[in-house]
């Protein structure tokens, strides 16, 4: 028996185990999908809107735009009475109450007002009425235009309406980016582009721990006795269990990894950078994984303190909510389990454009975690099948 079938005959165990691929696969994807949604939207403001009473064309069109608008939440009520009740309880920053007769002041060259109601004491409300203002601008922008040209050649406004609109879709638009200079951000990005890379780093260090019961069950059940029993050394064993486990966490990190690009559009960074650190990564999850095999005495150990254990260090290191929010003492507390110089590379690539270069510091730590823990773990289950007979 060499170390590749050690391999195989461990990685068809684990996945012919249903309870296994679940939490491989799918709590993982599923709890994404819970913190991804809840975190996304803060870069919104949360806007109701109340359309005009059999409103025309041009009220629908600004009903419209505003629904569309990036920098808007919208959510539609059937009088301003319900949106200014969701106002003051504090479930939307604003209000915005397109008026009646809209079109008919628009064709008769009537000036015309959008109401935008705030809470007085609400800062996001006056950053509504900002994101609110420019749609506004843009559309009346459009209404100018067709009112010019009818003053100035004729032509029904609906028709010079539509030349407008048609005039700004072929023209190109002029965008505006700003950017701090020298500027760094200490989050990851909102929505899944959050939940995604921290939940890579929890769930490939969980399932890991919890793999290391695998390895207690098979040295119970006298399989590696067996095998000892046979010309097969017990550096075999450690490093074809040690390979499968490596090939297991680097599986289950490029399921999310894919999952998160292709499903939720989560940009990665610099490829190499990333690449290097999912692999270093499932280094440390392996060693994590094995050591435990080698340590617990029951399935049932693993099962009850390692993923408690999992969760605690990924709780410490950041990945429940960013380090760059707690004391200083509970930053530098973090940074004595690997999780946070994980989270602190994603940062890097996902917020600031980094490239290996810009991670090197972080990987190179998590390589000595990797170093430390698959060298203890081999060490202890070696010492373990040839003084106890894999018991």
């Given at each position: 028996m060499t170390a590749l079938a050690v391999t195989a005959a461990t990685l068809a165990r684990v996945l012919r185990d249903r309870t296994a691929l679940f939490f491989m696969v799918l709590l993982p994807v599923a709890i994404i999908v819970v913190i991804g949604v809840t975190v996304s939207g803060f870069d919104q403001f949360r806007v109701g809107l109340v359309p005009a009473a059999q409103a025309g064309p041009v009220a629908r069109e600004?009903?419209?735009d505003l629904e569309k608008a990036p920098g808007l939440r919208a959510r539609t009520y059937d009088t301003a009475d319900d949106a200014s009740i969701a106002l003051r309880r504090a479930e939307l920053d604003a209000v915005i109450v397109v008026p009646k007769g809209l079109d008919s002041d628009i064709r008769a060259g009537r000036s015309v007002s959008v109401h935008v109601l705030v809470e007085p004491s609400g800062s996001a409300g006056h950053g509504a009425v900002s994101s609110v203002s420019a749609v506004v601008a843009e559309h009346a922008a459009r209404l100018q235009a067709a009112r010019f040209a009818s003053d100035a050649a004729g032509g029904s406004f609906d028709e010079n309406l539509a030349l407008a609109r048609g005039a700004e879709q072929a023209a190109s638009p002029i965008v505006v980016r700003s950017e701090t200079v020298n500027g760094q951000s200490d989050f990851l990005p909102l929505g899944y582009s959050y939940s995604t890379p921290t939940m890579l780093v929890l769930f490939v260090f969980i399932n890991a721990l919890a793999g290391g019961a695998a390895i207690v069950q098979t040295r119970r059940t006298g399989v590696y006795a067996r095998a000892l029993a046979a010309p097969v050394g017990a550096r075999t064993l450690v490093f074809g269990e040690t390979m499968a486990y490596l090939l297991l966490a680097v599986l289950q990190s490029?399921?999310?990894?894919?999952?998160?690009?292709?499903?939720?559009?989560?940009q990665w960074g610099d490829p190499l950078a990333a690449g290097m650190l999912v692999t270093v990564w499932a280094l440390v999850g392996t060693g994590a994984g094995v050591l435990a095999g080698a340590?617990?005495?029951?399935?049932?150990?693993?099962?009850?303190?390692?993923?408690?254990l999992g969760i605690g260090m990924g709780m410490l290191g950041g990945c429940m909510w960013p380090l760059a929010v707690v004391p200083d003492w509970l930053r530098s507390a973090g940074h004595a389990v690997p999780h946070a110089w994980a989270v602190d590379a994603w940062t890097t690539l996902l917020s600031r454009d980094?490239?290996?270069?810009?991670?090197?510091?972080?990987?190179?730590?998590?390589?000595?975690?990797?170093?430390?823990?698959?060298?203890?773990?081999?060490?202890?289950?070696?010492?373990?099948?040839?003084t106890g007979a894999g018991a």
């Open positions: 600004l009903t419209s490029l399921l999310i990894v894919g999952i998160g690009a292709l499903v939720f559009d989560v340590l617990f005495r029951t399935p049932e150990q693993v099962h009850a303190i390692g993923p408690a980094g490239d290996l270069a810009a991670i090197l510091r972080d990987v190179g730590i998590l390589a000595a975690f990797a170093t430390a823990l698959l060298t203890l773990a081999s060490l202890s289950l070696r010492h373990r099948l040839t």
